[in-house]
């Protein structure tokens, strides 16, 4: 596309091709299936410039033909939210993939778009118009949470539904905007709780934290830390480093001068985390330390760190093996990838997006109405995840965005060696 489609003009371009359809079914006599001859005298009659030509994407078997229904996905395949934000893209992937053996969604099949921002919020506007206008029914974002949020007002006003399925950040649903977006993870609130609770049970008062100077993680630290403190847990020293440092030697020495009886790290994970469990691990082994989701979920990580340098970190897990849904996904794709090494949280929270956003076309009875899909996906409410505890749900609604439903979806997991092992025998959140 080489014309530049105003988002208003899109929302109308998007009505247009809804009663084009809603025209041939009734001429069809409610059997109409469409052809790719028959789209592409539609579009033209209409000029829809954001008409795709696409089918399923590669791999997708027998999908069904017809126009695709596509899934534009937002990612970050090179900056400091890579390490997360490439499983959840892989994951959406072949959730798509998937439906698309299974029949597509009301036998149309999908197809998934993918650009990236880089987390670099000030691209993200303009790598949202692009697949905007590259006809996304559903946006995803599996970038970095400051990026999603510069992106809300722009599906917004297009009326197009979307998920950020790892975000933790409830900025990105709350007012003003927030109408056409949803949350998948536990929020940061739930999160600051989460780990008062442990802190608590494990007889720690005293804590430091250590960030990486990202603008997600500055966004989180808002709430996470006052949520911990007001807890009564005292924080006694806060450090930051670039995501891009070389050294945090300083940082951890200071943390160690104040005398803390455990470390929380709030980062995006990667190698600034990576960095900093090298250099605890060799300056201050005896102050435990516990982590959000990120380097727990992300395997290419794991090989960065010294030998036993992870050996007891504490991190959110949120998966099981007394899940079912869980086993199921982590075989499905040890069968779809090649390279396919473990199930993270990241995995199966892209897998679940996708299948919602399945869930909400079905229900809406089309995917070019995007009030009527959000409105679907606002309706809910007992939708079980491949992530949390067996009997855990998601549930959405008119006022509540986030679909969290409790604490059950998060488990924390103690490391053994440089790899996740068993659920965390000092505390767990009651469901």
């Not at 778009?113 to 691209?123: F, G, I, L, Q």
């Not at 949202?128 to 974002?141: C, K, N, P, S």
């Not at 995501?243 to 001068?257: E, H, L, T, Y």
């Not at 516990?290 to 991190?315: E, K, M």
Request: glycine share 10%.
């Amino acid at each position: 596309m080489t014309a530049r489609v105003s988002l208003a003009r899109l929302r109308q371009l998007r009505e247009y091709r809804c009663r084009f359809r809603c025209h041939l079914e009734a001429s069809t006599g409610g059997h109409m299936r469409l052809r790719p001859a028959a789209l592409a005298i539609g579009c033209a009659m209409l000029a829809v410039a954001a008409c795709s030509s696409g089918g399923a994407p590669s791999g997708a078997g027998s999908a069904p033909p017809g126009e695709p229904i596509v899934f534009g996905v937002q990612q970050d395949a090179n900056g400091p939210s890579s390490s997360y934000s490439v499983i959840t893209t892989q994951a959406i992937k072949d959730a798509a993939t998937r439906i698309n053996s299974q029949g597509g969604i009301l036998g149309r099949p999908v197809e998934v778009k993918v650009a990236s921002d880089d987390s670099d919020p000030t691209r993200a506007p303009a790598v949202t118009r692009q697949l905007l206008e590259g006809g996304a029914d559903v946006m995803f974002f599996t970038t970095s949470a400051g990026a999603a949020i510069q992106s809300k007002p722009l599906v917004y006003e297009a009326h197009v539904p979307s998920f950020a399925p790892t975000t933790f950040s409830t900025n990105l649903i709350a007012a003003p905007q927030g109408d056409y977006s949803f949350l998948i993870a536990n929020g940061t609130p739930d999160v600051a709780k989460l780990y008062a609770d442990a802190f608590k049970a494990a007889g720690i008062t005293r804590i430091a934290v250590f960030s990486d100077a990202s603008p997600t993680i500055a966004a989180i630290n808002k709430v996470l830390i006052p949520g911990i403190t007001g807890a009564g847990i005292e924080v006694v020293s806060t450090e930051q480093a670039p995501a891009d440092a070389g050294d945090v030697s300083a940082q951890v020495q200071r943390i160690a001068s104040a005398r803390p009886q455990a470390i929380l790290l709030s980062t995006l994970g990667g190698p600034i985390e990576a960095l900093f469990h090298n250099t605890a691990y060799l300056q201050t082994p005896e102050i435990p330390r516990f982590s959000l989701a990120s380097i727990g979920n992300q395997p290419d990580v794991w090989d960065q760190v010294q030998p036993d340098a992870l050996n007891g970190v504490v991190f959110i897990a949120s998966l099981t093996d007394k899940n079912p849904r869980t086993a199921d996904l982590g075989e499905y794709l040890k069968g779809e990838r090649s390279d396919f090494t473990r199930l993270t949280a990241y995995d199966a929270q892209g897998y679940d997006a996708a299948y919602l956003a399945k869930t909400a076309i079905e229900k809406a009875g089309s995917p070019d109405d995007g009030t009527a899909v959000a409105k679907a996906i606002e309706g809910i409410t007992d939708y079980q995840p491949h992530f949390g505890q067996a009997g855990y749900t998601l549930r959405f609604g008119a006022d509540d965005h986030d679909g969290s439903n409790g604490p059950c979806g998060m488990i924390l997991t103690e490391f053994t060696g440089n790899e996740p092992g068993e659920p965390w025998s000092r505390y767990q959140p009651s469901c």
